[in-house]
């Protein structure tokens, strides 16, 4: 885990490469690869999306609330 991060924390991973710093909030296990990547493409939807800021990481989510990022809910008043 650490390695990936890195990876990414370099801008080696093109996909990831303008969120630059990121650190780790939340991590989970699967006992396949295949229920992980089901996981991942799931918290790529709306409603995984929500559920993710909702449940998972909304406290480290604030400064994409102020900064406006794409795809980022709106905050609640």
Do not use: C
Not at 7 to 18: I, P, R, V, W
Not at 21 to 26: A, E, G, N
Request: net charge positive.
């Amino acid at each position: 885990m650490k390695k990936r991060l890195k990876l990414h924390n370099t801008g080696l991973a093109k996909s990831t490469k303008g969120g630059i710093p990121w650190k780790l909030s939340w991590y989970a296990g699967f006992h396949t690869e295949k229920e992980a990547r089901n996981f991942e493409q799931y918290l790529k939807t709306g409603s995984g999306k929500a559920f993710a800021y909702k449940h998972l990481i909304s406290v480290d989510l604030e400064k994409d609330f102020t900064d406006g990022r794409k795809g980022i809910p709106k905050p609640l008043a």
